[in-house]
T-cell receptor
Framework: QKEVEQNSGPLSVPEGAIASLNCTYSDRGSQSFFWYRQYSGKSPELIMFIYSNGDKEDGRFTAQLNKASQYVSLLIRDSQPSDSATYLCAARLSAGDKIIFGKGTRLHILP | GAVVSQHPSWVICKSGTSVKIECRSLDFQATTMFWYRQFPKQSLMLMATSNEGSKATYEQGVEKDKFLINHASLTLSTLTVTSAHPEDSSFYIC??????????FGNGTRLTVT
């Protein structure tokens, strides 16, 4: 059973601090990894994707991938109240394969 | 780029009727489209995977005769909920990809069956 595991939270972080979201996956053959943000009642929106080991930065967001440990993380710097949402981690084997989603981590940024 | 349009955004129908939901990729050709369902405060549940010109692949437990999926072109997939019942009320979300890129989601359709 291919799984993506996330802590459901809620994770509470003060405004301006760094929010760290973590995810593990079970299928060692997974090649692509994604982070989506979902506001209540809305569909998920892509934040970042990462394919290679290491860090990938985009603005306030940094995705980290460690294939040896089967671990993916998302760092959000200078957290804002608008970052409060559910963050979904996802993994897939290759293009065209279904994406396996975690159940999401609820993030709450405290003003 | 990579815009996925989903219509309608919400629909209310009576029990026993059928509802069609459209999913279009506006600026890319979607080789694969996925249909998800999400109940309140729950995670996304993949219902089926559709490839252009072929039959959809349904996940275990999803009735293919009830949830009809058609992927007639590289830019359009439709989900028809047949003989809808109140328990089918949910948030239905399509997603599409055009190759090796990430998945992009439509805005979702909130279905309420009365």
């Amino acid at each position: 059973q291919k799984e993506v595991e996330q802590n459901s939270g809620p994770l509470s972080v003060p405004e301006g601090a760094i929010a760290s979201l973590n995810c593990t996956y079970s299928d060692r053959g997974s090649q692509s990894f994604f982070w989506y943000r979902q506001y209540s009642g809305k569909s998920p929106e892509l934040i970042m994707f990462i394919y290679s080991n290491g860090d990938k930065e985009d603005g306030r967001f940094t995705a980290q991938l460690n294939k040896a440990s089967q671990y993916v993380s998302l760092l959000i710097r200078d957290s804002q109240p608008s970052d409060s949402a559910t963050y979904l981690c996802a993994a897939r084997l290759s293009a065209g394969d279904k994406i396996i989603f975690g159940k999401g981590t609820r993030l709450h940024i405290l003003p | 780029g990579a815009v996925v349009s989903q219509h309608p955004s919400w629909v209310i129908c009576k029990s026993g009727t059928s509802v069609k939901i459209e999913c279009r990729s506006l600026d890319f050709q979607a080789t694969t489209m996925f249909w998800y369902r999400q109940f309140p405060k729950q995670s996304l549940m993949l219902m089926a995977t559709s490839n252009e010109g072929s039959k959809a692949t349904y996940e275990q437990g999803v009735e293919k005769d009830k949830f009809l999926i058609n992927h007639a072109s590289l830019t359009l997939s439709t989900l028809t909920v047949t003989s809808a019942h109140p328990e089918d009320s949910s948030f239905y979300i399509c997603s599409a990809e055009g190759g090796s890129g990430p998945l992009h989601f439509g805005n979702g359709t909130r279905l309420t069956v009365t």
